[in-house]
């Protein structure tokens, strides 16, 4: 089920502070603000369709767990310590990210969506204009962070709901454009979440997350996001 949202408002008059308004009121930034916990459950899609569980808590504990070729791996943050498991190397054992690897991911922990805090994060916002995407018309924010690092939010003009999400890196030389795109959107507690999420390296898909439920505040330990929850000690 596609939830959509007709305001009536021409997408030529529309303004970085009134898009950012009626896209908090459509997607429950309020209610959102207000829920400690969340639970994703479904089905990451690659070569093969595998089970993932994702768990989030405030501020931005996050536990991302889920199989690959009959192997169960782990993908953390405990909120100091982000950690993860790779399997398939032959070794169960969890490491640890370095400070370098954390620095490059730690917004894949965050609980809040990045266009709710912006600000709070020293980050800078501008409207850049229109662009047509899937056949829609669409207004395209981009933020840049304190590393000059910019990204590019598409929300859709008549639903005002986030279609994608789309920046640029370099890795040997080389231009990457990432883009993950959002659809199949259901409320859920006054809230707004994208069911189907679609990750793209210039051009070709690469992943996509299909979710089957989502739960709001279920209760989660606080030592579910520790190593020692899940692996022995040494």
Do not use: C
Not at 19 to 42: A, D, H, M, P
Not at 91 to 96: A, D, G, I
Not at 185 to 213: A, C
Request: glycine share 6%; net charge negative; aromatic share 14%.
């Amino acid at each position: 089920m596609i939830i959509g949202f007709a305001f009536g408002l021409y997408a030529q008059n529309q303004t970085l502070e009134s898009i950012l308004e009626n896209y908090f009121s459509v997607n429950g930034k309020q209610e959102y603000l207000k829920t400690n916990s969340i639970i994703k459950e479904g089905y990451r899609i690659r070569n093969d369709i595998m089970p993932v569980k994702f768990y989030q808590m405030r501020p931005d504990k996050y536990m991302m767990i889920y199989d690959l070729a009959d192997m169960t791996a782990y993908r953390a943050f405990d909120g100091e310590i982000a950690w993860y498991t790779a399997p398939w190397r032959g070794t169960v054992n969890p490491e640890v990210f370095t400070d370098e690897q954390l620095e490059a991911i730690i917004r894949t922990f965050a609980f809040d969506p990045s266009l709710y805090n912006w600000e709070s994060h020293g980050n800078n916002i501008e409207y850049i204009g229109n662009e047509n995407f899937k056949n829609a018309e669409h207004f395209v924010l981009e933020l840049t962070d304190k590393n000059n690092q910019k990204t590019s939010f598409f929300i859709n003009s008549e639903t005002f709901l986030l279609a994608k999400i789309q920046s640029v890196t370099e890795r040997e030389g080389n231009e990457i454009i990432n883009e993950t795109h959002y659809s199949e959107h259901k409320r859920i507690g006054g809230m707004v979440f994208p069911f189907l999420e679609e990750s793209f390296s210039n051009g070709v898909r690469i992943v996509s997350i299909e979710f089957d439920e989502i739960v709001i505040n279920p209760k989660i330990e606080n030592s579910f996001f520790e190593i020692e929850t899940h692996f022995e000690k040494e």
